[in-house]
């Protein structure tokens, strides 16, 4: 049998939500904003909260890089961040800033149990998340990196937190 890439009708996927919550702080590139949908949708998340100066939706960039994924996952906007948390601990949600503070604690050596409901912020591009937000999480948490460069794309880090958060809720 002859190892080949699978066409996207080839690959079967099992389908499952998670008891996940993405809060976007002010993100403010268009681009970066669909891939979140994207990422989000491919990771199970069940909902994802604009908040701040994040760009508007219904936005024609933010659809083309979602790959239409926007449509699929429920989201809502909510003007500040400070006001959203209060309301998702009410509902039990565990509050984690993904961010690099000086409380962060490595992403990799956090434990989920399957019951936990997780709410995940993420920030601006520039600015990372607002100080007044960091001071009501949970948790902090950073993703350990080894180069000369202290941070990567704010997607990317969303990729790498959802999946160890999902291969531990699994």
Known sequence: MINKQLEHHE??????KFPIVIIC???RSPENLGMVFRVAEAFGVERI???GETVKLPNRKVE???????????HEYIQKTTLLIPALQKM????????????S????????SSSEKIALIIGSEKKGIHEDTLQMVDINTKIEL????TSINVVSAL???LYEITKQLR
């Open 25 to 27: 702080e002010s993100i």
């Open 11 to 16: 690959i079967s996927t099992v389908q499952r």
């Open 64 to 74: 083309k890089a979602s790959r239409s994924t926007v449509k699929h996952i429920p």
């Open 159 to 161: 990729a790498i937190a």
């Open 92 to 103: 039990a949600y565990k509050i984690i800033a993904l961010e690099i503070t000086s409380q």
């Open 49 to 51: 909260y604009l908040t």
């Open 105 to 112: 604690k490595a992403l990799d050596s956090l434990n989920y």
């Open 146 to 149: 080894f180069g000369s460069n």
